[in-house]
Every structure is written in structure tokens, then in C-alpha cells.
């Protein structure tokens, strides 16, 4: 009830302001459908989500509708449905001013902190995370930039309870392309025996930026008290470095490298780097910032406007070795008027021989994921063309027991103006000659603009699922089979 009156009076606001000449108003309208054939008892979803905001002269209001009729986990189509998450209710209300260099804002924050390695408060629909802040932030934008914010974020054990967020950033620039810079950071979380742990986190960083560098630099430290003996202090240092380069005659070449030192530093609002081209964890069943060292190098060189050759090389480690893991990526590109032919090859192999707490017996997990492609890209007039082939090639070896299989892949992409097509198919075998016998998956989708300013998507099909890598986190999504439907309106 209380939300159904502060929406009222918030949507009085705005149409008592419509009658002058300054106010703004925008919105984003986002409706699904999705019909899934699963054993699940309801089968169907819908969402819709409209948002608006509203601009008089310094002061922005905005709120949203969210209708989840039910709610997939995360909006995530290959978990099961619920019908215990049907929900309809305003949300995500922030009211803003914002003048000169001052900005504060009070309600749903979004927000980070230098590279997000300290507090990164955003959400990720598809990995079913939401660490915004419900609070208040203020920013000064000038030549010393200041961030200060408080706020609280529903409690992951207790979503009836809060934890409690705060922290300050400041960035100055030391040179003219020199900027520094400096974070406090507190995580108040409560704990199973409704007490408080306090997670302190400090940090320093430099950028240098200029036509030949790009170079950052962030070290923290953080340190958490939670009342018993499992008070712990820990560590980030995250280094990056790309240089931009002209040599022998090329017409450019980019050197990049990076180093990362992780050590007992995680906890809910940290974002740290990976440091490989593919996301990858350093292993599947964990996510990064506890123990992990590792150094990360790329190339990329166009010799002349119609060739260029990419490769980028990471390793990463734990303290005694018992886990290590190497991700590479290569690709030639030639490119010759309205076309482009891309080769590429990605690499990426894992071995964890460590001992997981309570156990005795050690892990012997073993993977190599091999996956060679070709993209052919063409536009003539107003269409374009788009075919991607690849064929993921897997080995394990789990306590002696080894298993390998291939995973072909063809994409097809056509865009006619406003139109766009495109169709997949993808099989898993383990032996060639049950290729014929193999499963197949299957799917279509189909993008148009219509009235303008709404974008509808048709999909149809089925999926396979798999493995997905994003942030410092890797994990495995179900098939899916069904049909989707997702409408986007802007106004």
C-alpha cells in the first residue's frame, strides 16, 4: 500500500509539472512472452516493464512498472518456473537534481567506484545478480571528482533484512595525462546469527592516457570483521597496459598486457578483472578474487587497411599450483571492399589437482576446449550478409576416466533494412559416425522495427545451453525450447 501512495503522489508530481514548458518526459516500455515446452507446471511468462522519467529544468524523477507474470529466475528462460513470483508493483523509483558539477541523487543507484575492483552496485538479468543500492549519492564533476554514497541492498540469506553500504571515491588528475586516485569503501552484511560483519576496503589507482598509452594501476586492501575467528584480510592488485604503435612500416599495432594478484578479496559488490579473452574462471566451480595470480599479453597488427592479425595470451595460477589454466585467441581478418573473411581460433585448457576443504581426496579435473571458426561478412546496398561457423572440440579427464566430443555450429545473418533474419543450428557428437544420430538444435529469430520507435524480436527454436562466462563468474544454463516474443518501445 505504501508503494501504491508514493506512486500516486510521484505520478501527481509530473502531471502538475506537464503544464509548463520545461518538462521532459522520456519512457522505455519492455514486454516478453516466452512459451517454453519443459516439464514445469506453467510453461508460459510474461514481463513487462515500463519506465519513465521526467526532466524540469535541474530535477529528473523516474520510476518503473515491473508486471512478471510469473518470474523466471533472474529472467533467465532456462531455469524453472515459479508460481509462487508473480509480481506487479512500481520500482526502481529515483528522484535527481542535477546542475553546474553537482549531481544528487536519492532512490535506486547504480554506480561504481574507479573500475569497479572496490564497489560495483548494477544489475545482471541473464547471471540473476542485483547489488543496486537503495540509498543516497552524491557526485561533483570537475577537475576533482567526488563520489560519496549510503545505502542498503536486500540481505542474500534474509530478503526481508538489509546489509548496509557506504563508502567515498576521489579521482584528481596529477598531470595532463596523469589521473589518481583513491576509494573507502564499507559492506555492513548481516550474518544467520543476526549480527553485523563489517568488510572495510581501501584503495589507490593511476591512469595515464595519452596518443601512445593506455596505463592503469589499482591495488586494495580489505579487511573483514565478523565477530568470530574467521576474521580475514585480503588483497587485489590489477595491472594493464596497452601501447599503441606504428613500426616497419604498419599502418597500426596495439601491445597490451596485463597482471592480476587476487588473495582472499571477495565479497558482494566487487567486480574484478579476469584478464583473459574469454572470460574464463580460473576454475568452473568458483568465482575469481580468492587465490588466483596471472599474466595476460595481446597483439593485434594491420600490416595495411585489408589485413589484420590478432592474438591474446593469458595464464592464470593459484598459490601452489594445484590450479592452473591458459586461454588463448587468434585471428587473421581480411577485409576487401564491401567484404570481410575472418579466421579464428580460440584455446582454452584448465587442470585442478586441488583438495576441497573436508575431503581428503584430491581433485584430478582435467579440460581443453578447442574451437576453431570462420566468419564471412558481406553488405551489398542496403542488405548485409553474415555466415559464422565454428566447431567446439572438448576433452576431459576426470579420475582417470576421459570422454571428448565436437559441437558444430552455422549461423546465418540477413539484414534487409529494417529486417533482420537469422538462423542457427547446432549438433554434439562423440564419435563422426553418429553424426546422423547426434541430437540437433535448431532455432530462428526474427528483428524488425515497427511504428518507428518499437522493436519487436520473434525467436523460435531450441537452444543447447551451456557454459557462460561473464565478470569472474562461469556457469551452466539448461537448453532451452519454446518461442519467445520481446517487444521494445521507446518514447
Known amino acids: 500500500m505504501r508503494q501504491c501512495w508514493l506512486a500516486l503522489v510521484l505520478m501527481t508530481g509530473v502531471l502538475s509539472l506537464a503544464a509548463t514548458d520545461e518538462l521532459y518526459l522520456n519512457g522505455l516500455n519492455e514486454a516478453s512472452y516466452i512459451y517454453r515446452t519443459a516439464q514445469d507446471s506453467l510453461h508460459s511468462y510474461f514481463r513487462d516493464a515500463l519506465g519513465i522519467t521526467a526532466t524540469y529544468r535541474d530535477i529528473t524523477l523516474g520510476m518503473k512498472f515491473i508486471t512478471e507474470l510469473p518470474k523466471y529466475p533472474g529472467q533467465n528462460p532456462y531455469a524453472s518456473l515459479d508460481a509462487n513470483t508473480l509480481r506487479v508493483q512500481w520500482t526502481e523509483r529515483f528522484l535527481e537534481y542535477n546542475r553546474d558539477n553537482l549531481l544528487l541523487h536519492g532512490g535506486l543507484i547504480s554506480e561504481s567506484f574507479g573500475s569497479g575492483m572496490v564497489m560495483r552496485a548494477w544489475q545482471d538479468l541473464e547471471f540473476d ?63 544467520a546469527l543476526s549480527t553485523y560483519n563489517q568488510q572495510d576496503v581501501f584503495a589507490l589507482r593511476a591512469n595515464l592516457s595519452n596518443a601512445r598509452t593506455d596505463t592503469a594501476v589499482e591495488y586494495a586492501q580489505t579487511s573483514l570483521f565478523d565477530n568470530g ?56 566451480n568458483e568465482s ?9 599479453g595481446s597483439l593485434t ?96 579427464t576426470n579420475h582417470d576416466v576421459t570422454f571428448s566430443y565436437a559441437e558444430p555450429y552455422l549461423q546465418l545473418d540477413l539484414g534487409l533494412g529494417k529486417l533482420s533474419l537469422s538462423g542457427a543450428v547446432k549438433t554434439h557428437w562423440v564419435e563422426l559416425s553418429e553424426i546422423t544420430d547426434s541430437p540437433y538444435w535448431v532455432n530462428g529469430e526474427l528483428k524488425c522495427t515497427v511504428l518507428k520507435q518499437t522493436d ?36
Not at 130 to 137: A, I, P, V
Not at 164 to 184: F, N
Not at 307 to 332: I, P, Q
Request: proline share 3%; with cysteine.
Open 129 to 191: 545478480t542485483d547489488t543496486r543500492l537503495d540509498g543516497f549519492l552524491a557526485k561533483y564533476d570537475n577537475n576533482l571528482k567526488l563520489k560519496a554514497l549510503y545505502g542498503v541492498l536486500p540481505n542474500l540469506n534474509n530478503a526481508n533484512k538489509s546489509d548496509l553500504a557506504y563508502g567515498l571515491d576521489a579521482e584528481l588528475p596529477a598531470q595532463d595525462d596523469l589521473t589518481v586516485g583513491a576509494s573507502a569503501f564499507t559492506l555492513r552484511t548481516l550474518t
Open 229 to 284: 575467528a574467521a576474521n580475514r584480510t585480503g588483497s587485489a592488485l590489477a595491472v594493464t597496459s596497452s601501447v599503441y604503435l606504428a613500426p616497419f612500416g604498419f599502418k597500426a599495432m596495439e601491445v597490451g598486457a596485463g597482471y592480476k594478484k587476487y588473495d582472499k578479496f571477495r565479497y558482494r559488490l566487487q567486480d574484478l578483472k579476469v584478464m583473459n579473452y574469454h572470460n574464463e574462471t580460473l576454475a568452473d
Open 288 to 296: 575469481t578474487g580468492d587465490d588466483e595470480e596471472g599474466l595476460q
Open 301 to 396: 597488427v594491420k600490416p595495411s587497411e585489408s589485413v589484420s592479425l590478432t592474438g591474446n595470451y593469458a595464464e592464470a595460477w593459484n598459490h601452489d599450483f594445484s590450479k592452473r589454466m591458459n586461454d588463448l585467441y587468434s585471428a587473421v581478418e581480411l577485409t576487401s571492399g564491401e567484404q570481410s573473411y575472418t579466421l579464428e581460433y580460440s584455446h582454452v585448457e584448465k587442470l585442478d589437482t586441488s583438495t576441497p576443504a573436508l575431503s581428503f581426496i584430491p581433485n584430478d579435473h582435467w579440460q581443453k576446449e578447442m574451437k576453431p571458426g570462420f566468419i564471412f561478412v558481406a553488405t551489398l546496398w542496403d542488405y548485409s550478409f553474415e555466415a559464422k561457423t565454428e566447431c567446439a572440440l572438448t576433452k576431459k
Open 456 to 491: 519487436l524480436t520473434l525467436f523460435a527454436g531450441r537452444q543447447s545451453g551451456g557454459k557462460v562466462c561473464r565478470n569472474g563468474v562461469c556457469r551452466y544454463v539448461s537448453p532451452f525450447q519454446g518461442v519467445k516474443v520481446e517487444a521494445t518501445t521507446r518514447f
